[in-house]
């Protein structure tokens, strides 16, 4: 009997939360899942190390000043090691790999997801900033080349297993989940003097510093706002974010019907990766299970879109459309960066964000070069504002 071939996995952004993890599921799937390429921005030695392991045929490390420590290291393990973001975007156009993780923080994920795509690779979304940045030709050429995103965020995971078997006519709610981060039910005057120790604390999650401070901002549930609307095709009157402190219900679908489905788990990421890697099937696993003895209360609440300005501000960027998104969120990776080198405070992140919002040049209908001179003129603008 022949043996099974195994899924040869791409991870881009490899040592960040989402590729460790990644590996662990791979580590534990062995014998149906491989790596074929990891990826990373400049943790050089945790990538040698995940490279020795796991044994891909390509590295790809994007601080070129790494290359050769990398490449020495890798020398006689037989691993091609290349160099620079443009070195993983090309790779992107001819790996053999059957599904490709992106794990990238931030726009750098959008062209090595596109060339991916275009290359008719599977994708398994971890990068939300694609699909912000870029929604509406991702999906189309995501269309055009017949190829399937299924979504590693836990949110947009629990809707995307919601409606597996179900017509997308019938949605009257995609209803999101928020843990609401560090700072669930405080004002704006109890967050004017708060520290990026206390919003690197998140309740439930265990995150890279963006996304967590995105979190603790709601901008992470406002990225996941616009995701959702591109992921599933349905519009802003039917997308909803409720507050819910557990994080076990990690978000739900109201059909035209009156009923809910919820797709409920532990907090824990390794589930929508194992999910994404071996769907449609379902595959056992020995991750630790839930257990409704240990669980006292479920509990839900209005999100505060006046203190957390930034979640407002998604649901603006979404109506208007155009490269709006793409200002939102260029504005908010040099926010929340300058936030974590005590350049601006908390609440000072949303402030600039919305005047990127309202002095960056808006385009109708942007082109992928004018996203990328969208972006480049908000990262410019947003740092002058900072000078």
């Not at 599921?25 to 014998?31: G, N, T």
């Not at 400049?42 to 994007?62: E, G, R, T, Y």
């Not at 599904?99 to 990068?127: D, F």
């Not at 616009?226 to 978000?251: C, M, R, Y």
Request: hydrophobic letters at 45%; charged letters at 25%; aromatic letters at 6%.
């Amino acid at each position: 009997m022949a043996e099974n071939k195994k899924k040869k996995i791409a991870i881009l952004g490899s040592t960040g939360s989402i590729g460790t993890q990644a590996l662990e599921v791979i580590e534990e799937q062995h014998s149906d899942l491989e790596v074929e390429v990891l990826t990373a921005n400049s943790n050089a030695d945790l990538l040698i190390a995940q490279a020795i392991k796991f044994k891909p045929n390509h590295v790809v490390i994007a601080d070129e000043s790494k290359y050769l420590l990398v490449k020495d290291a890798l020398d006689k393990h037989d691993i091609k090691v290349f160099a620079g973001n443009k070195a993983i975007e090309e790779l992107m156009g001819i790996t053999e790999a059957d599904i490709v993780l992106t794990a990238m923080v931030g726009y750098s994920g959008l062209k090595p997801t596109i060339k991916a795509i275009e290359n008719k690779k599977r994708i398994a979304l971890a990068n939300k900033e694609t699909l912000v940045v870029a929604g509406e030709i991702v999906t189309r050429l995501c269309g055009e080349n017949h190829v399937d995103i299924v979504p590693v965020d836990s949110e947009h995971s629990a809707i995307f297993q919601c409606l597996v078997g179900e017509n997308l006519d019938h949605i009257d709610k995609i209803i999101l989940t928020a843990s609401g981060g560090p700072f669930r039910g405080k004002k704006r005057d109890d967050l004017l003097g708060v520290t990026k120790v206390q919003a690197l604390k998140h309740p439930n999650w265990s995150m890279g510093a963006k996304i967590t401070i995105d979190s603790a901002t709601m901008m992470n549930k406002g990225l996941e706002v616009i995701e959702a609307k591109w992921l599933f095709g349905v519009g802003k009157e039917k997308i909803d974010v409720v507050v819910h402190p557990q994080s076990i219900i990690h978000s739900m679908v109201e059909f035209n019907d009156g009923s809910i489905k919820a797709q409920m788990g532990l907090p824990d990421m390794k589930l929508p990766i194992h999910y994404a890697f071996f769907f449609p099937e379902r595959k056992r696993s020995d991750f630790k299970r839930m257990s409704f003895k240990e669980i006292s209360m479920l509990s839900f609440e209005e999100p505060d879109p006046i203190t957390f300005r930034n979640l407002g501000l998604a649901y603006e960027a979404m109506d208007k459309g155009g490269n709006m998104a793409c200002i939102l969120n260029a504005a908010n990776e040099i926010s929340v960066q300058a936030f974590l080198e005590d350049k601006i405070k908390f609440l000072e992140i949303a402030e600039l964000n919305e005047r990127c919002m309202n002095t960056v040049a808006f385009i109708a209908k942007p082109s992928i070069d004018d996203y990328v001179a969208t972006d480049e003129e908000t990262r410019r603008i947003a740092k002058s504002f900072l000078s």
